[in-house]
């Protein structure tokens, strides 16, 4: 609400630099994903997906820094699925590809502590995600030590100032991020990262590029690895095209097909469903699983 009908706090910069986001792919495709976005220097990586191995998380971290080469930056994301004993393994197999750091790599607020003391000697710190995010007291991994970055996700914070106000209280590095989403909510993340008094990473804010199709006719896509700061207006044609049945079930159901936007953007993918809601429209449109393979590419 905040951000449809408010004026957005003051900002400090006209333009955001993004990451690019690899789902859980095959290491053979990192290179089509990574060509979605041009000019991006970091790239965050899924790992621990169900039903693969820690071999197939090493050969597609390593497969990224061979693409970004020595001066690229390389994230981790777990989604909480590793214990602490799987987080400590995965990171002594993974640090020596220089890691940014390690976002959500256990679920609860003590498995983080726990692996933050263990791993505190490779100076790769821990990203809190859902430990604040879903939270009922979004300060309680920060107090107990649990990370030493936070995740900001405007929306599900309640918003851009609401947003603000938790980074000011947490006193952490702000990385702002987004879950796929169109453009329209992509415009409000960005308000949010331009609107913080320092921004020194990268943020999650280019999957828009990992969409076959969104609900404005310019929507908000990296060039030079940045995006930029601005107010997207959605397309009224699109959004009746995107919208959902209203008896298909919230992430599930029937769901509109339609072409990626050029085969050479989308080499491995074929449309699916995505799901993102944009004030009150419900619209999906997700890439398929390449290879029969889960791409992952979520919170």
Not at 22 to 49: I, Q
Not at 73 to 86: F, H, K, M, P, T
Not at 98 to 108: G, I, K, M, R, T
Not at 135 to 154: M, N, Q, S, Y
Request: one cysteine or more; charged letters at 25%.
């Amino acid at each position: 609400m905040e951000f449809g009908w408010q004026e957005s706090p003051a900002v400090l910069r006209d333009a955001i630099p993004v990451n690019a986001t690899v789902p859980a792919v095959p290491a053979a495709d990192v290179p089509a994903v990574l060509a979605l976005y041009p000019g991006c220097r970091t790239a965050k990586v899924k790992v621990a997906e169900a039903g693969q191995t820690a071999e197939d998380d090493v050969a597609r971290v390593a497969a990224v820094r061979a693409a970004l080469g020595p001066e690229g930056r390389i994230r981790l994301d777990a989604n909480g699925r590793w214990s602490v004993d799987e987080a400590e393994r995965a990171v002594h197999r993974l640090e020596r590809f220089d890691l940014e750091y390690l976002e959500q790599p256990c679920a609860s607020v003590d498995e983080l502590v726990e692996l933050s003391r263990r791993i505190r000697y490779l100076d790769v710190p821990v990203a809190l995600d859902e430990a604040v995010r879903k939270a009922g007291d979004p300060l309680e991994a920060v107090r107990a030590g649990a990370g030493g970055v936070v995740i900001l996700k405007a929306a599900p914070l309640g918003g851009i100032r609401a947003a603000l106000a938790l980074a000011d209280q947490i006193a952490l590095p702000a990385v702002v991020s987004s879950a796929l989403e169109t453009s329209v909510g992509l415009s409000m993340g960005a308000a949010l990262a331009a609107a913080l008094p320092e921004l020194a990473y990268d943020c999650g804010l280019g999957t828009g590029s990992l969409l076959a199709a969104d609900v404005t006719a310019d929507p908000l896509l990296p060039v030079d690895g940045r995006i930029p700061v601005r107010r997207v207006e959605p397309d009224a044609e699109l959004l009746a095209r995107w919208a959902a049945s209203p008896s298909a079930p919230a992430g599930g159901g029937t769901a509109s097909r339609a072409a990626p936007r050029s085969s050479k953007e989308a080499p491995a993918w074929a449309l699916r469903t995505v799901h993102a809601h944009v004030r009150g429209a419900d619209v999906r449109t997700t890439r398929a699983p390449i290879r029969g393979r889960s791409t992952r590419a979520g919170p």
